[in-house]
């Protein structure tokens, strides 16, 4: 921490706080350099010659001179591969038991001394010396992995290692979690410690709040991804490629991942861009299933009180602008009982969720990682209960780790701890807000000092990660992905017959399990807009289907132009959350024109809300992201792959937001096939750019010609809006009819299109009957319709 550190730690949470969090900070440094080890001489170690291999389910043992490595093929495709004998289990990532090997891969001699596992949709291929090359079926190198190199101490502590590896030259990098600069990774060096950036993150400032060891590699050889699966603090640095020119050299692509400790595994999947997205999610768990309600427009309130939350949703239904949620957060703790809203502004909660429910708005309860550190504070009282020692994060001495969040000592609950997680979750049927709907749990990275003015916890603190014990090294980029399974769980046992709905801030690889994301804290500004959109990408493409920017940044005031553009962005975002800003952020206050347009994309996204539903539920089915790039279906178009300034929404949807300041028109790269403007129904060929208008009043938004969307029609009743395929070719689409906020599953029904006769015919595939619902067909003058 130096002097600039410490100025802004008091401009921003006032002299007494910042003086708090100073001390605080100087606390936890000083525990880390007593109880931190510095790791000294340290010896260098390589794989060495390989001296035998051992064939086994599913692939087998390749033995080298200094360590060996494991190859299995798992039932579903996926690949893991292990060195020093690491084994999948345990990890926080894996859903459930690890897969099965699949009995049809084995392990067999390659050439030049060599060993290889032959696989349906992938080859690896080891070295003599240690090299892995992963290969597509017909012989592409997709990836060359370079044997680890270990850091070990001579008295047998744990090693650091490092791991690069090469990617065709045309390759390009996605992924690595929530990466403001994203969703297309380009040279830099990107930080594995999920981090509070404080107010105002935008494009260059890394690491985030959600950090993932996730890579995910589109080239021509094919997609693929890989997953190490360490926790650990780590770095992975990306160089792109570059094509020689003429009979030049091409340049591989190059990354380099660093981990300060743990073991060298992880995980690799090929194919398609949606086959790729499948089997991660088949390894890590099906994505939660957002209610209905979680999928139409949202409103966090920041430090709102019961009179204020009236005059809301009254101003909402007055301009009848929809609004399906509203955001506790954390200005609504009370400071005694940490996790519901206090009575000095809510003195009737469970009135208030009562009459707001009558409305069609939900409330959602925020949640603090932190608890205070106070003998009145009852999750204090009760966690000193949990277990043998406490429920809270302790130093290598044993006792509990103290930290500053606003003006209060605090400690943290350590979630790695199954005991822990169920004490917790129990605490959620009393501190919530009575008639709350969801949870949503922030500040649990946990917050990082100076720049959100909260203590981190030391890296000597120590956790139990499920009885094996290990320090916050370790820990912390799984703090937040336990705390929600805590959550996850809580809620489950509170209402068994609901779906649970959370949010987290923070988390890792396999959060889907118990519920999406937010951006959390992106500036206000045009980059901050931009920075909105890469987030939601990035983080579909490493398994997070459900997330969303907040509308207006955070930390500023937006202009009326900027705040209209963030909002027709966030309309279709898979979570439309408006963020409270400053001194307010609703449509009416800036002005009656940008209130005309808001309104409109607000209206848009309630008409498209049976197409969401039906995105969620394919979401949950088969890992295929709600937005998605515009490559997702044609990832060997380099054009494509280099466009990160529009997407798909679904398969059927090509949205083009404006990400910057005065624009009206814009640019737009198609997919190939025909495209209608949904404004004006023109049609457009695609692969090629086109040039389309973007006012004010709306952002191109255009439909695939073929698509069957589902719609609410003017009337609330359910509609097919079929737009209209080319002549000879067919089309279709699906419909996931929502069934509520229970477990009951839901059936996906699938209807083509087709021209016949001049006419335009929709079916339900499979069957011969009358299609039950209104179908509207759009792109022609005229049209018949079935």
């Not at 981090?195 to 996730?214: F, I, K, R």
Request: aromatic residues 8%; proline residues 8%.
């Amino acid at each position: 921490m130096d002097g600039r550190d410490l100025v802004r730690s008091v401009r921003l949470v006032g002299s007494v706080q910042g003086m708090r969090t100073v001390r605080s900070a100087w606390l936890r440094r000083r525990a880390d350099a007593r109880t931190v080890a510095a790791r000294g001489a340290e010896r260098a170690r390589v794989p060495g010659l390989l001296t035998g291999a051992e064939p086994g389910p599913g692939g087998g043992v390749v033995r080298f001179a200094r360590s060996e490595l494991l190859v299995r093929v798992a039932v579903g495709g996926a690949v893991f591969w292990s060195w020093d004998g690491a084994e999948p289990s345990p990890s926080y990532a894996l859903a459930g038991a690890v897969p099965e090997p699949d009995e049809r891969a084995r392990l067999e001699p390659h050439t030049n001394g060599g060993w290889q596992v032959v696989s349906e949709r992938m080859t690896v291929v080891v070295s003599r010396r240690g090299a892995v090359e992963l290969r597509t079926p017909g012989g592409v190198v997709l990836r060359r992995e370079e044997p680890p190199r270990w850091w070990e101490t001579p008295d047998g502590g744990g090693a650091r290692w490092v791991q690069r590896s090469e990617v065709p030259a045309d390759a390009r990098f996605f992924g690595l979690g929530a990466r403001s600069g994203g969703p297309r990774l380009r040279e830099g060096s990107y930080g594995l410690w999920n981090t509070d950036p404080g107010e105002g993150s935008g494009p260059g400032d890394d690491p985030l709040h959600l950090t993932m060891p996730v890579q995910l590699v589109v080239s021509d050889a094919g997609t693929h991804l890989v997953f190490h699966d360490n926790s650990w603090s780590g770095r992975v640095t990306l160089r792109e490629g570059e094509e020689g020119a003429g009979s030049g050299h091409d340049r591989a692509g190059t990354c380099e991942v660093r981990m300060d400790g743990g073991p060298v595994r992880g995980w690799v999947a090929a194919g398609t861009p949606a086959r790729v997205l499948g089997t991660w999610t088949a390894l890590t768990g099906a994505p939660a299933l957002p209610p209905s309600w979680a999928l139409g427009p949202q409103r966090a309130l920041g430090s709102a009180g019961e009179r204020e939350v009236r005059r809301i949703v009254r101003g909402y239904r007055e301009r009848d602008l929809p609004l399906s949620v509203l955001h506790l957060d954390g200005g609504h703790r009370d400071t005694r009982r940490g996790l519901t809203a206090g009575p000095r502004r809510f003195p009737d909660p469970s009135g208030l969720a009562g009459d707001l429910r009558e409305e069609g708005v939900r409330l959602v309860s925020a949640v603090g990682a932190a608890v205070r550190a106070s003998p009145d504070d009852e999750a204090f009282a009760s966690g000193l209960g949990v277990g043998a020692h406490g429920a809270f994060v302790r130093d290598p001495g044993g006792s509990r780790v103290l930290g500053t969040v606003g003006r209060e000592e605090c400690v943290h609950p350590d979630f790695t701890d199954p005991l822990v997680r169920e004490w917790w979750g129990g605490l959620y049927a009393e501190r919530l807000v009575p008639g709350s709907a969801g949870v949503r749990h922030d500040m649990n990275e946990p917050g990082l000092f100076p720049a959100s003015g909260n203590a981190s916890l030391p890296r000597s603190a120590r956790h139990a990660m499920e009885g094996r014990g290990g320090d916050h090294r370790e820990a912390r980029n799984v703090y937040a992905l336990t705390m929600a399974r805590a959550g996850y769980e809580g809620l489950l046992r509170l209402r068994p017959d609901e779906r649970p709905f959370l949010l987290s801030r923070s988390g890792w690889a396999g959060m889907q399990r118990y519920g999406g994301t937010w951006s959390g804290g992106v500036a206000t500004g045009w980059p901050g807009l931009r920075t909105s959109l890469a987030l939601v990408l990035g983080l579909g493409l490493c398994g997070v289907p459900y997330s969303g920017p907040d509308v207006g940044g955070s930390g500023g005031s937006p202009s009326p132009e900027l705040y209209l553009r963030w909002f027709q962005l966030g309309a279709y975002m898979p979570m439309f959350l408006t963020d409270p800003g400053v001194g307010g952020r609703e449509p009416w206050e800036y002005g009656p024109e940008v209130l005309a347009h808001a309104g409109r994309a607000a209206r848009e996204r309630e008409r498209l809300h049976p197409y969401f539903v039906t995105l969620s539920h394919l979401a949950r089915l088969t890992g295929a992201p709600y937005v998605r790039p515009l490559w997702w279906g044609a990832s060997g178009d380099r054009e494509l792959r280099d466009c990160e300034d529009a997407f798909l929404l679904g398969d059927a949807l090509l949205v083009a937001p404006v990400l910057e300041e005065g624009v009206t028109r814009r640019a737009v790269r198609l997919p190939c096939g025909r495209w209608y403007d949904t404004a004006t129904e023109r049609a457009y060929e695609g692969p090629g750019q086109v040039v389309l208008d973007a006012p004010l009043s709306g952002i191109p938004v255009l439909a695939r010609a073929g698509a069957v969307v589902p719609v609410l029609g003017p009337d609330g009743e359910l509609e097919l809006e079929a737009w209209a395929p080319v002549p000879g070719r067919t089309g279709g689409g699906l419909l996931a009819r929502d069934t509520g906020d229970g477990w009951e599953a839901a059936e996906v029904e699938r209807y083509t299109s087709r021209t016949r006769s001049g006419r335009v015919v929709v079916e339900r595939e499979g069957e011969e009957v009358r299609v039950p619902y209104r179908v509207r067909v759009r792109g022609l003058p005229s049209a018949g319709q079935r």
